[in-house]
């Protein structure tokens, strides 16, 4: 059976710069995934499996828009998708890099 994700559930400190109230959990999947993975803690992620399920969390996390690069390794490797699947790595590779510090 699978539970309800509330808006009042989400961790607020991963949402600081949105008014939390005007996120929709089906529509904002993308974002709230991104979020949890990127700077939630074990219990935020366990919560996003409960709600969304695993086959949909791979069909949205390959969406987003930035994974730092520790995330992007451990999503990679967690969930079994090559990094070239990821938006994110695919957008960050056709940057132009002038100085490699």
């Known amino acids: 059976m ?3 994700l509330h808006i009042q559930l989400l961790p607020k400190h991963l949402f600081w710069d949105i008014d939390i109230e005007k996120l929709d959990v089906e529509k904002n ?5 991104e979020r949890i993975f990127n700077r ?3 219990d935020d992620i366990k919560m996003l499996f ?3 399920g695993l086959e949909r969390i791979k069909n949205e996390i ?3 828009g930035f994974l730092d690069k520790k995330t992007l390794n451990f ?3 967690f969930l079994n998708i ?3 699947e990821f938006q994110c790595y695919t957008k960050k590779q056709s940057k132009n890099v002038h100085w490699n510090f």
């Open 2 to 4: 699978q539970k309800k």
């Open 29 to 33: 999947s993308v974002l709230i995934i």
């Open 40 to 42: 939630g803690d074990l």
């Open 50 to 52: 409960d709600y969304y």
């Open 62 to 64: 390959v969406k987003a």
């Open 75 to 77: 999503v990679s490797k």
């Open 82 to 84: 090559p990094k070239t």
